[in-house]
């Protein structure tokens, strides 16, 4: 058995090691405007959906008439899958985030 000599307490030669990647600084500022970025696409998507229904309301007689003239059958699939870009640009950013942070939460500290 090897017997590793005890380190002193003292501040003066004890090292910390630091974790590779960014600090919890950068991480909580991607959090915080990852949050802010949420609220502003949710309250540009209530603004859309308000203005889509006023438009709607106003143009009731021509179907697919509005701020850009599409046939009916576009206008319809638009509104089914309008979801999709924003679950993509989520998933874009969480995969950026764990490449970039995951060494980072996987090291011990």
């Given at each position: 058995?090897s017997?590793?000599?005890?380190?002193?307490?003292?501040?003066?030669?004890?090292?910390?090691?630091?974790?590779?990647g960014?600090?919890?600084?950068?991480?909580?500022?991607?959090?915080?405007?990852?949050?802010?970025?949420?609220?502003?696409?949710?309250?540009?998507?209530?603004d859309?959906?308000r203005?889509?229904?006023?438009?709607?309301?106003?143009?009731?007689?021509?179907?697919?008439?509005?701020?850009?003239?599409?046939p009916?059958?576009?206008?319809?699939?638009v509104?089914?899958t309008?979801?999709?870009?924003?679950a993509?640009?989520?998933?874009?950013?969480?995969l950026?985030?764990?490449?970039?942070?995951?060494?980072?939460?996987?090291?011990p500290l």
């Open positions: 058995m017997h590793r000599p005890a380190l002193a307490t003292d501040a003066t030669t004890t090292r910390r090691t630091h974790a590779a960014a600090s919890r600084r950068t991480g909580l500022m991607m959090l915080l405007t990852g949050i802010v970025g949420w609220l502003a696409s949710f309250q540009l998507t209530v859309d959906r203005l889509h229904r006023s438009v709607l309301v106003r143009d009731a007689a021509l179907p697919g008439a509005g701020i850009v003239p599409v009916w059958g576009v206008l319809e699939v509104r089914d309008h979801w999709l870009l924003l993509a640009w989520y998933g874009v950013i969480t950026l985030v764990l490449t970039r942070f995951w060494p980072y939460w996987s090291s």
